[in-house]
């Protein structure tokens, strides 16, 4: 109160408080939106108060960084939900001396900190195992009444009863001595909150485990972490909540087709079966030593279309598709496209001709690989919960599925973006073939185009070929 305005006959004066503006004897304290840069142009500051950054335009946020510069005695306060692991809070708080608060644990009295994980990646929330029906259900009831909170240090349980004690006891400690000097940061995340219970939590993670769409927001909601998808998504447990009740090799779907990736001694497939509403389910995958393998498989599984990469090998993958035309597709993935995809011909005896249709031309498939892998990773995350695969996946495809990421990168102006990288043993060639299966179908399933029985499209004017040798584990599915 001593610090308002006032008259000079000492009485306050409440004309210099507005909605945007408060003026104080020594000082003057705006509030500023941040939507455009230009409201923040005009004022010399000396404490800076930014909050919600990750949410404010970087551009924005540098302007009023800006508004401090020359002045020797400043203070700048930003906070924000962490949204993002590049830029923001998070990189501010990197800078800083990164706080965390501690607190004595009521059992062995060391200073712990409250976090979903150990080190190990186990959780530190523990629960009546009772309240587990299965492997993603869980008696969420039983959860919240019965979480308990396990010290790192002792694995004692600390209850909800414990946790009003141990804040008022903790303190603020820096974990890292490489900081500018002067800059202080600090993590709050919300197992620390007061008002909400571990069991709490614990339905909470529970509940965003079996949608992946929704852990993103649990992670900066709850844990004030920004998102990494590509550790999300390495977890092959995520992978399970794809996983529906029916075998490889049961035919599945109201169509099929059958996708290919070219190896320089063999051929990668995938058969995904798609309803006209765009559910997809896998059928199988697989190796295969020749293109007339292929064929055989498309009849077995009575796909209605094939769509092969020709980025490789390709005057042979052109012959070999020429042969069974229209069945075949030639995929052609890009970096860059005007267009989601776009489908070319070309004939393989006279490339002269490329782009022009004429009987003899094949149909090439191309393919934003931009488009079609975000499209393939918001299934492959279950964000879309309409792309399937039969129970107990096997694991090379999941390795395979899930060495494709997406990467955060900020480039020089400061914006973030998303890079496509292979991870882990770096072979993703289960994944092409369900990106290319993927843009076919929407050129088909969504396209509006009559969708044909398969059967006698993989019959072409080439010889019959032999049967194939599969993989044992779904030979017996078989249906010749
Ligand atoms: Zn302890």
Same mark, same amino acid.
């Given at each position: 109160?001593?610090?308002?305005?006032?008259?000079?006959?000492?009485?306050?004066?409440?004309?210099?408080?507005?909605?945007?503006?408060?003026?104080? *004897?020594?000082?003057?304290?705006?509030?500023v939106g941040a939507g455009s840069s230009a409201n923040v142009r005009s004022y010399p500051v000396s404490v800076l108060v930014l909050d919600e950054i990750d949410v404010i335009d970087e551009r924005t946020r540098r302007e009023c960084m800006d508004r401090v510069k020359g002045r020797h005695d400043y203070k700048v306060l930003q906070s924000s939900t962490p949204v993002t692991e590049a830029g923001g809070i998070w990189q501010e708080f990197q800078e800083g001396d990164r706080r965390r608060y501690y607190m004595p644990? /009521?059992?062995?009295?060391?200073?712990?900190?409250? =976090?979903?994980?150990?080190?190990?990646?186990?959780?530190?929330?523990?629960?009546?195992?009772?309240?587990?029906? &299965?492997? #993603?259900?869980?008696?969420?009831?039983?959860?919240? #009444?019965?979480?308990?909170?396990?010290?790192?240090?002792?694995?004692?349980?600390?209850?909800?009863?414990?946790?009003?004690?141990?804040?008022?006891?903790?303190?603020?400690?820096?974990?890292?001595?490489? #900081?500018? *000097?002067?800059?202080? &940061?600090?993590?709050?995340?919300?197992i620390y909150s007061p008002?909400?219970?571990?069991?709490?939590?614990?339905?909470?993670?529970?509940?965003?485990?079996?949608? /992946?769409?929704?852990?993103?927001?649990?992670?900066n909601g709850w844990l004030a972490e920004p998102y990494r998808?590509?550790? !999300?998504?390495?977890?092959?447990?995520?992978?399970?909540?794809?996983? =529906?009740d029916y075998s490889r090799g049961d035919i599945r779907g109201e169509y099929r087709i059958i996708g290919v990736d070219v190896q320089r001694s063999i051929f990668f497939w995938v058969v995904r079966g798609f309803d006209k509403d765009g559910t997809s389910w896998l059928v199988d995958h697989g190796t295969a030593p020749s293109f007339d393998d292929l064929t055989a498989l498309a009849e077995t599984y009575e796909c209605a279309y094939g769509i092969c990469d020709t980025g490789y090998r390709t005057q042979e993958i052109y012959e070999e598709i020429h042969a069974r035309r229209p069945f075949w597709?030639?995929?052609? !993935?890009?970096? =860059?496209?005007?267009?989601?995809?776009?489908?070319? !011909?070309?004939?393989?005896?006279?490339?002269?001709k490329d782009k022009k249709f004429s009987k003899k031309s094949i149909n090439i498939l191309n393919v934003n690989k931009d488009v079609w892998q975000g499209e393939l990773l918001k299934r492959r995350n279950g964000t879309n919960l309409n792309w399937f695969t039969y129970k107990e996946t096997d694991s090379e495809y999941i390795r395979q599925m899930l060495s494709t990421n997406q990467k955060e990168k900020v480039d020089r102006k400061g914006k973030v973006k998303f890079e496509w990288v292979v991870e882990g043993h770096r072979q993703d060639h289960y994944w092409d073939c369900?990106?290319?299966?993927?843009?076919? &179908?929407?050129?088909?399933?969504? !396209?509006?185009?009559?969708? =044909?029985?398969?059967?006698?499209?993989?019959?072409?004017?080439?010889?019959? /070929? &032999?049967?194939?040798s599969r993989p044992s584990k779904s030979s017996k599915k078989s249906i010749w």
């Amino acid at each position: 109160m001593k610090h308002l305005p006032r008259y000079i006959d000492n009485t306050i004066d409440a004309d210099r408080f507005t909605l945007t503006k408060q003026e104080f *004897s020594r000082c003057t304290m705006n509030l500023v939106g941040a939507g455009s840069s230009a409201n923040v142009r005009s004022y010399p500051v000396s404490v800076l108060v930014l909050d919600e950054i990750d949410v404010i335009d970087e551009r924005t946020r540098r302007e009023c960084m800006d508004r401090v510069k020359g002045r020797h005695d400043y203070k700048v306060l930003q906070s924000s939900t962490p949204v993002t692991e590049a830029g923001g809070i998070w990189q501010e708080f990197q800078e800083g001396d990164r706080r965390r608060y501690y607190m004595p644990c /009521p059992h062995c009295q060391a200073e712990i900190i409250f =976090r979903l994980k150990n080190a190990e990646g186990d959780l530190n929330l523990k629960w009546d195992k009772k309240a587990n029906l &299965s492997e #993603s259900e869980h008696d969420l009831q039983m959860v919240e #009444s019965s979480t308990v909170y396990i010290c790192e240090e002792c694995q004692g349980e600390i209850t909800n009863a414990h946790k009003s004690k141990m804040l008022r006891d903790g303190k603020w400690n820096p974990t890292s001595s490489s #900081s500018e *000097s002067g800059v202080r &940061s600090y993590h709050l995340n919300s197992i620390y909150s007061p008002i909400l219970t571990f069991g709490r939590l614990a339905v909470e993670y529970l509940k965003a485990r079996t949608n /992946p769409g929704a852990m993103q927001a649990f992670v900066n909601g709850w844990l004030a972490e920004p998102y990494r998808p590509q550790e !999300g998504s390495i977890d092959p447990d995520t992978f399970r909540v794809l996983e =529906r009740d029916y075998s490889r090799g049961d035919i599945r779907g109201e169509y099929r087709i059958i996708g290919v990736d070219v190896q320089r001694s063999i051929f990668f497939w995938v058969v995904r079966g798609f309803d006209k509403d765009g559910t997809s389910w896998l059928v199988d995958h697989g190796t295969a030593p020749s293109f007339d393998d292929l064929t055989a498989l498309a009849e077995t599984y009575e796909c209605a279309y094939g769509i092969c990469d020709t980025g490789y090998r390709t005057q042979e993958i052109y012959e070999e598709i020429h042969a069974r035309r229209p069945f075949w597709f030639g995929a052609r !993935g890009w970096e =860059r496209l005007p267009h989601p995809y776009k489908i070319t !011909g070309v004939d393989p005896f006279s490339p002269m001709k490329d782009k022009k249709f004429s009987k003899k031309s094949i149909n090439i498939l191309n393919v934003n690989k931009d488009v079609w892998q975000g499209e393939l990773l918001k299934r492959r995350n279950g964000t879309n919960l309409n792309w399937f695969t039969y129970k107990e996946t096997d694991s090379e495809y999941i390795r395979q599925m899930l060495s494709t990421n997406q990467k955060e990168k900020v480039d020089r102006k400061g914006k973030v973006k998303f890079e496509w990288v292979v991870e882990g043993h770096r072979q993703d060639h289960y994944w092409d073939c369900e990106t290319y299966i993927l843009t076919l &179908s929407h050129v088909f399933g969504l !396209g509006g185009a009559v969708i =044909r029985t398969g059967k006698d499209l993989a019959k072409t004017s080439k010889a019959r /070929p &032999s049967r194939p040798s599969r993989p044992s584990k779904s030979s017996k599915k078989s249906i010749w």
